[in-house]
């Protein structure tokens, strides 16, 4: 599976970005995909995750502000992004994985990541 991450860019805060990753492989609707974000120098985070059957899970840092979603058809993911605050500034990176879980070191490919910077 290969991904490619789009849709970062600069917000102010309280505006809203939406992100997608773009999957190839004819077995996207069988991976879990998930969005993790890296601040400079800190460790790389679990955002969201949405399993193949539907189910999401988020960290409570973005509970009730971002949206995970998938289109199976079209091999995206999506990530919205609403109230946005300046902490959410990092590089945002898609990931695939064969079962829901919040440690970055259990997903199998990776995207290259896109930088959401949001101002305050």
């Known amino acids: 599976v290969q991904l490619q991450a789009s849709g970062g860019g600069l917000v102010q805060a309280g505006g809203s970005l939406r992100l997608s990753c773009a999957a190839s492989?004819?077995?996207?609707?069988?991976?879990?995909l998930g969005w993790f974000r890296q601040a400079p120098g800190k460790e790389r985070e679990f955002v969201a995750a949405?399993?193949?059957?539907?189910?999401?899970y988020y960290a409570d840092s973005v509970k009730g502000r971002f949206t995970i979603s998938r289109d199976n058809a079209k091999n995206t993911v999506y990530l919205q992004m609403d109230s946005l605050k300046p902490e959410d500034t990092a590089v945002y990176y898609c990931?695939?994985?064969?079962?829901?879980?919040?440690?970055?070191?259990?997903?199998?490919?990776w995207g290259q990541g896109t930088q959401v910077t949001v101002s305050s």
């Open positions: 990931a695939a994985g064969t079962r829901l879980r919040v440690l970055p070191n259990l997903y199998d490919y």
């Open positions: 949405i399993s193949w059957s539907g189910g999401t």
């Open positions: 492989g004819r077995t996207f609707s069988s991976y879990t």
